[in-house]
């Protein structure tokens, strides 16, 4: 069922590799054009235009932005306790995981009467999206929240589309998770125009500001992405997410169940979402795509999950070793990578490049995606090779504080003026020897 590569007899160089792989072709550059007057309109015209183009966009236009405190209370009191239950479980355990992530200030003395000291400072004001297209994401709401909340960012607000079959509110599942999570201040808008808003402010329609954030952070589609990007510097952004990719290292020690049900699961999201088996057996190879065959026609989402499974985003690809496999994942830097092997720990503390590693045949992504406590908000599209997932760390700055009494500067200060010359930038030298008039005497 999947496409084949087979690199038994070679494996390629990182940069072939990132030629051959599959991989989803997304063109942010190709939808600019479309998202640039939206987001111009939200800049000067703020809610009320927000709220048009979520007319257009999603069918509904909400009475106000901002979600009245009192529908957040209904959504929890009325959701389904089981529901209910495995929320504040994943909470739990996300924040577990997240309070030990917490940077501590640092000072360094670096001479007698000179220290830099090192203070991470919360991000004042952070937006939060949720998606809501093919299917609703509280998951969402946890994985963007707890980490903001643990790195102590005063002000949140999480974004999500409304819903017609909601009158015009997000998912109640999206109201209940920001309510169990201590959030008051939910907006009923989505897409670009939300990131537009969030960026940019304005007036809800009962009068009451609906304030500028500082970052945005969550997944969403292509247009939510290019506002994020036009938007780059007007606010923080945590990444340019792409489609959701799994890719799993397996040997013939791998159960083919499990590896179609994690292909099929991550297949689940999206039709570009990317499913790719990277094995040392053909025979492995062979049963996988028995049980794809045999799952995606049993499955609930069989024609968006057959389209992500043949499209040229996945695949399997044969290796002769798991060493030729780690290069292969490696080069690849999925958002998920499971390691399905021999001694899979092992393995699993070689790879270098990957948003989250999953060990072993008791670990499927889908258990990082609820519950494991780990953050789900991860690097694609090969960005794993030089980004990390969203984290405490995402809400931080490092400011530096420097502290130098007169000693030390005099200490240091011919060191200055030397570098200063060298780079001449005399000024810079003067800055600091206009402190000590004597000595220029």
């Known amino acids: ?63 106000r932005v901002r979600v009245p405190a009192a529908e957040l209370g209904r959504a929890l009191a009325e959701l389904d306790p089981a529901v209910r239950e495995a929320l504040e479980e994943s909470i739990t355990r996300a924040r577990a995981v997240h ?23 919360p991000v004042a004001r952070v937006g939060l999206y949720a998606p809501g ?47 169990l999570l201590g959030v008051d201040e939910v907006w009923a808008v ?27 952070t969550g997944p969403g589609n292509i247009y939510l992405t290019a506002a994020k990007r036009m938007l780059r510097g007007v606010i923080g952004i945590d990444s340019e997410a792409g489609p959701t990719e799994i890719a799993i290292l397996a040997d013939d020690t791998a159960d083919p169940a499990h590896v179609a049900a994690d292909l099929v699961s991550q297949a689940e999201h999206d039709t570009l979402a990317a499913s790719v088996l990277v094995t040392t057996s053909e025979a492995l190879a062979d049963a996988v795509d028995a049980e794809l065959e045999r799952r995606v026609a049993a499955t609930k989402h069989t024609e968006r999950v ?18 030729d496999g780690l290069r292969v994942v490696d ?34 992504v889908s258990l990082g995606d609820y519950c494991a406590g780990s953050n789900h ?16 760390q995402s ?5 530096h504080v420097v502290d130098y009494s007169a000693g030390a500067l005099r200490e240091v200060a011919g060191k200055v003026v030397s570098l200063a010359e060298a780079e001449d930038l005399p000024a810079h030298g003067e800055a600091v020897t206009a402190r000590f008039p004597e000595a220029a005497r």
Not at 306 to 323: I, N
Request: charged share 20%; aromatic share 4%.
């Open 1 to 63: 069922m999947l496409n084949r590569t087979d690199l038994r007899g070679r494996v390629p160089s990182p940069v072939e590799l990132r030629a051959t792989l599959p991989r989803a072709e997304i063109d942010v550059d190709a939808v600019l054009h479309q998202v640039r007057p939206l987001v111009e309109a939200v800049r000067d015209r703020g809610a009320e235009a927000a709220l048009e183009y979520t007319e257009r966009f999603d069918r509904v236009r909400p009475e």
């Open 99 to 121: 309070a030990d992530q917490r940077r501590a200030d640092v000072t360094t003395r670096v001479a007698d009467g000179g220290t830099v000291t090192e203070r991470w400072v």
């Open 133 to 179: 297209g093919l299917a609703v994401y509280p998951s969402s709401v946890v994985m963007n929240v707890v980490p903001a909340q643990a790195a102590g960012v005063g002000s949140l607000v999480v974004c999500s589309p409304p819903q017609a079959e909601f009158g015009g509110l997000p998912h109640p599942t999206i109201l209940a998770a920001a309510a």
């Open 190 to 216: 989505g897409g670009a125009q939300a990131v537009a808003l969030l960026g940019y402010g304005g007036t809800d329609t009962d009068g009451e500001p609906l304030e500028p954030v500082d970052m945005v």
């Open 306 to 323: 057959s389209e992500a499974l043949r499209g040229k985003q996945s695949g399997t690809v044969l290796v002769a070793t798991v060493d």
């Open 331 to 364: 080069a690849y830097a999925a958002e998920h990578l499971e390691i399905q092997t021999t001694d899979a720990r092992t393995v699993a503390a070689r790879v270098r490049n990957a948003g989250a590693v999953f060990v072993g045949p008791y670990a499927p």
């Open 377 to 392: 908000v991860l690097p694609t599209g090969g960005s794993a090779r030089h980004s990390a997932g969203l984290s405490v």
């Open 395 to 399: 809400f931080l700055r490092g400011i």
